[in-house]
Nanobody, 119 residues
Framework: QVQLAESGGGLVQPGGSLRLSCTAS????????MSWYRQAPGNERELVAG???????NYGDSVKGRFTIFRDNAMNTVYLQMNSLKPEDTAVYYC?????????????WGQGTLVTVSS
């Protein structure tokens, strides 16, 4: 099993920056990809950014050019650098780790960290 712990959320003014961190523990060698999702009140959870063990990355259209996902080589910690933040980025941000239990691919989720962009 894999457990995730997020940190770094908070209140920031529009145009500001924040960095979120997600640290994995447990059977981290089974992780094949780590991602950040977010969910604003009344909205569905959406993909913000993801990275895989091969180093590939992908981003949601609304954050391209503003957010960057990066990780340590061991795939134990993944970061989300968020720049040029907008009020519409306000949401609870969740870390996700796709990993294997035996031959079954499963998802682990963090508890979420709140990001509020407001003046």
């Amino acid at each position: 099993q894999v457990q995730l712990a997020e940190s770094g959320g908070g209140l920031v003014q529009p145009g500001g920056s924040l960095r979120l961190s997600c640290t994995a523990s447990g059977n981290t060698f089974t992780i094949v990809a780590m991602s950040w999702y977010r969910q604003a009140p009344g909205n569905e959870r959406e993909l913000v950014a993801g990275t895989n063990r091969g180093g590939g990355t992908n981003y949601g259209d609304s954050v391209k050019g503003r957010f960057t996902i990066f990780r340590d080589n061991a795939m134990n910690t993944v970061y989300l650098q968020m720049n040029s933040l907008k009020p519409e980025d306000t949401a609870v941000y969740y870390c996700n780790a796709a990993h294997y239990i035996g031959t079954q691919r499963v998802d682990a989720w963090g508890q979420g960290t709140l990001v509020t962009v407001s003046s």
